[in-house]
Structure formats: structure tokens, C-alpha cells
């Protein structure tokens, strides 16, 4: 019985422990998510415009992804920023992410001189990580679904990382409910990350944005 009761008071607190963490960085990061009118009336701009990546069909975006493209191309021909950066999962040959991406990118007029790829952004932790120790990006604006932007900005002010956030969220899909749970874990998994810092997720040399971003280029 002893057991039974320690057992349901450790999962008590274990849940009231994640869901103020929860809170607490939904709260921390509230005033720095804006819609795209709101940016603009802000009239900030910032080194680059960071597209988190979210999956790939052979050679086309996934439906979020693609919210995601879009939304960022938009901020770059309003002149947000003169550079965009794809960062995604490129950890096999035969699946880039961050290719895919590029390639939408370019179709759409986007030069691809002001295009970098991150093929290591394995997750949220190592985009923005790399972010600051190998793009040495002081300012952005984050782009992905609203739901991930508390973690992503968390994440990136760690890193002192001046960042604003910008949802692209133009409709519901369909297992939005198993995402937003996953969040759920995931925010206060990240939240001990940013602390952390392992420093074994970022490897690779320094890629300065005053160049062409083509040096990216698989």
C-alpha cells in the first residue's frame, strides 16, 4: 500500500512539475510571437528568417511544411530579412529536407544565394543551437506552427539570440491533437536542455551569413 501511495504522489508531482513548466515557457515567450501584420508594423529587422523543417515527400514539403515555406518566403519578399535559412533533417542520402525546401523556396522566387541549408537540425535543440554557434546569427524571426514556437524561442533566447516568432498556421490537420501532447512533453524536455547546453548535438564549421548561401550546397 506504501508503495501504491508513493508511486501516485511521485506522478502527482511529476504532472504538476510539467505542467508549470509548460506554463512558465508558454509565459515567457507569449509577447514574442506575432502575427505577420504585427511584424510588419514593428518594423524589425533581423540577420535571417529561420524555417523549421517538418517532414518531406521525395521532393515535395509536407501540407505543415509547406504553411511554413510559405509564410517565410513572404517575410523575406516584405524584406524582413535578406537572408533565409532551411533547417531541417538531411541525416540519410536518400531524405534532405533542407534541399526540398530550398528547391520550394527557389520556385517561388527566392535567389538561392540568400538561401542556406542546415543539413544537422536534427531537432528544435540543434537548430537553434547551431543557429547561434555556426550560422553566429544574432537576430531572427522563427518560423513553424504555433504550437512549437514557445519551445523553439525558448530555446533560442538560451542562446541569446535576439528572436521574434511568427506562426504559420493557415489550417487544422489532422493528428493536431497527438502534436500538441507531444509538445506538451517535448517543452519540458527542452526546458532542461536549454540549461544544459550539450554541446555533442553541434558540430561543423563556421558559416557567416555575409556570403552566398550556395556554400551550403550539398
Avoid: C
Avoid at 19 to 29: E, F
Avoid at 142 to 148: F, G, M, N, P, R
Avoid at 151 to 177: C, E, S, T
Avoid at 187 to 207: S, V
Amino acid at each position: 500500500m506504501k508503495i501504491i501511495k508513493f508511486f501516485i504522489k511521485s506522478s502527482l508531482y511529476i504532472l504538476l512539475l510539467v505542467i508549470a513548466i509548460n506554463i512558465y515557457m508558454l509565459i515567457k515567450t507569449y509577447f514574442y510571437i506575432l502575427i505577420e501584420k504585427d511584424l510588419e508594423k514593428k518594423n524589425k529587422k533581423v540577420e535571417a528568417i529561420l524555417i523549421l523543417g517538418a517532414g518531406v515527400y521525395t521532393d515535395r514539403p509536407s501540407y505543415i511544411l509547406e504553411e511554413r515555406l510559405q509564410t517565410g518566403i513572404n517575410l523575406y519578399k516584405k524584406g524582413i530579412a535578406p537572408k533565409i535559412i532551411m533547417t531541417g533533417d538531411h541525416g540519410k542520402i536518400h531524405y534532405n529536407e533542407v534541399q526540398v525546401m530550398k528547391d520550394y523556396a527557389i520556385e517561388r522566387g527566392v535567389p538561392s544565394e540568400d538561401i542556406f541549408m542546415d543539413h544537422a537540425g536534427f531537432s528544435t535543440y540543434e537548430s537553434m543551437a547551431r543557429l547561434n554557434k555556426i550560422f553566429n546569427v544574432k537576430s531572427a524571426i522563427i518560423v513553424t506552427q504555433k504550437y512549437h514556437l514557445p519551445r523553439a524561442l525558448y530555446l533560442a533566447r538560451a542562446f541569446k539570440i535576439d528572436v521574434l516568432g511568427v506562426p504559420a498556421n493557415k489550417k487544422r490537420y489532422r493528428g493536431q491533437w497527438y502534436r500538441s501532447s507531444r509538445e506538451f512533453l517535448a517543452r519540458t524536455k527542452d526546458f532542461f536542455i536549454a540549461h544544459i547546453k550539450p554541446k555533442w548535438y553541434i558540430g561543423g564549421e563556421l558559416i557567416p551569413l555575409n556570403q552566398s548561401g550556395d556554400i551550403t550546397n550539398d
